[in-house]
């Protein structure tokens, strides 16, 4: 998202792409209008009245405290700004009933969903802090078998196997470990174009700063 702006602002105009690891944006910042910068969102000063549009896709949803950063935000933005985050909600996977999801999938997936609730606050967040111009625009996104996002959350897996699968691990957040015969399972529903289930649904809120 970073370099789709920075070619669409032009040599005119800026981007700031803010990341805890700027390892893969190297190439980017060294264009001469892009500003690259290592920090915490939890932590950092963005300074005031810097951005006329602030982005954020899948980021604010992991923070610990997200209404914290969006506060923080508010003074950052020129009057008139606009915001446009897109973070993920878990709740079609909760609401969905277990006798019809693939035990794999209820086993694997959904317990990660379970945790994405924030989203569903965002636009009444924004509407507190003064913002006008609220639109939550909600869209499902059912995980479908090879597919990109198939794809996606199989690199994923297969990353965070070793925690997941961890008891010692995972009892401390208080959920049980991923059994090897299940995580393996949900790789191949992964791989299969025929498995589908609802998983997420994707918040899309937008508004402007008076």
């Given amino acids: 998202m970073a370099g789709w702006l920075a070619d669409r602002v032009g040599d005119r105009g800026s981007v700031t792409a803010i990341d805890k690891d700027t390892s893969l944006l190297r190439e980017l910042g060294t264009r001469p209008h892009v500003t690259v910068v290592e920090g915490d969102l939890m ?4 300074g005031s009245t810097c951005f006329d549009f602030v982005h ?3 980021v604010l949803m992991h923070l610990e405290d997200p209404d914290r950063v969006v506060e923080h935000l508010v003074p950052a933005l020129r009057p008139g700004a606009m915001v446009f985050f897109e973070e993920t909600d878990g709740d079609p996977a909760q609401r969905a009933s277990a006798a019809d999801l693939p035990p794999p999938f209820r086993d694997v997936m959904a317990p990660l969903a379970s945790g994405w609730t924030w ?3 965002l636009a009444a967040k924004l509407e507190a802090l003064g913002f006008t111009d609220v639109d939550d625009h909600v869209r499902d996104d059912p995980l479908t078998g090879a597919s ?4 996606f959350w199989t690199e994923t897996l297969e990353t965070i196997r070793p925690r997941i699968t961890d008891a010692a691990y995972m009892e401390p957040l208080g959920r049980a470990a991923i059994d090897d015969t299940s995580f393996d399972a949900m790789i191949a529903l992964l791989g299969d174009g025929e498995f589908s289930a ?3 649904a994707q918040h899309q809120v937008s508004a402007r700063r008076p």
Avoid: E, I, L, V
Wanted: charged share 20%.
């Fill in 43 to 46: 932590t950092m000063d963005f």
């Fill in 119 to 121: 989203a569903r606050t």
């Fill in 56 to 58: 954020s896709r899948a």
């Fill in 148 to 151: 990109p996002a198939a794809a």
């Fill in 198 to 200: 609802p998983f997420t």
